[in-house]
DNA sequence: ACAAATTGTTAGGCTTGCCTTACAATGACT
DNA sequence: AGTCATTGTAAGGCAAGCCTAACAATTTGT
């Protein structure tokens, strides 16, 4: 089911998505400003999205989302999430650096890997004191 | 110094350097093969490696590294042997998935993110009760 | 040494993903 | 309603990366 798009088309549908929750609606531009691209660029990432049926648009239309399109949007917000984790709470990255480097990996890792990161992220929250003998670690070096 | 490259050159490059240090020689088609494309794609990307001056090449010659090449080469290696190390020895993935993560992460972290990787494999090491107690979690779920 | 097989290059094509520029549709203000 | 700003689209261009097909150079086998 969960057809196979590429990193790029993930980060708008990703956007469309928080924004939707967010502000009940999405136009073109703030997808652009979101991800600093242009306008034009946006146009064509929703021509090819909608061909997909992970949304629904047509010219000058509103954007929403099919449930496909929600499904597959979750999934990637969920790999961030765990990522953002992984690389904030465990590894101690700052927030910044953690965010951009979960925003890369989110398109590449497999449902497997997924779900070894949330594993770790539910052991580390029952055993915060590795993570912390870890973060000893690194300071004392 | 180390100028940016895109994933796919970070790829020839990173296999140039494999086949020379275990056969001290690379053909084309031996590359061609190792990334499954076509020997024309791998003309192009040795222009392009040889014009970046990573290696050095000219029709129908020799291919040889550069100390450049070689640098990036090997900090790209670094981090595919941190990650793979992650992956199998701390999530306990099986190595061919392990590996194919490995492949596509290598080239998206930052320095900084390496070097925690690294602390982290260090750490797991010197201490392997801890990446223990997380295998047995998962094996618990 | 010469034919056959292998290897490397070139040319031309395709897709993705971005851009700019110009134009079309929409919305907001008076 | 008319004007102006904003927003969306279309057209045309560009680079990266891949492909196939045809051709050139090299190597191999006898």
Redesign the pocket.
Same mark, same amino acid.
Request: no cysteine; charged share 30%; aromatic share 10%.
């Given at each position: 089911m969960q057809e196979k798009?590429?990193?790029?088309?993930e980060?708008?549908l990703e956007v469309i998505y928080n924004f939707i929750n967010k502000n009940s609606s999405v136009?073109?531009?703030?997808?652009?400003r979101e991800? &600093? %691209? =242009?306008? +034009? &660029? %946006? =146009?064509? +990432?929703?021509?090819?999205l909608a061909e997909k049926k992970l949304i629904n648009?047509?010219?000058?239309?509103v954007i929403s989302m099919t449930e496909e399109g929600k499904k597959h949007a979750e999934k990637v917000i969920e790999k961030h999430n765990a990522l953002q984790y992984f690389f904030e709470e465990i590894m101690g990255l700052d927030g910044e650096e953690a965010g951009q480097t979960a925003c890369k990996i989110e398109h590449i890792i497999s449902e497997n890997v997924l779900e070894k990161f949330t594993a770790l992220k539910d052991f580390h929250k029952t055993n915060p004191e590795y993570a912390e003998e870890f973060k000893k670690y690194c300071r004392e070096k």
């Open positions: 798009l590429t990193s790029s088309l980060d708008y136009r073109a531009v703030d997808i652009s991800l &600093s %691209v =242009s306008r +034009a &660029s %946006v =146009s064509e +990432a929703l021509k090819r648009y047509g010219r000058y239309d």
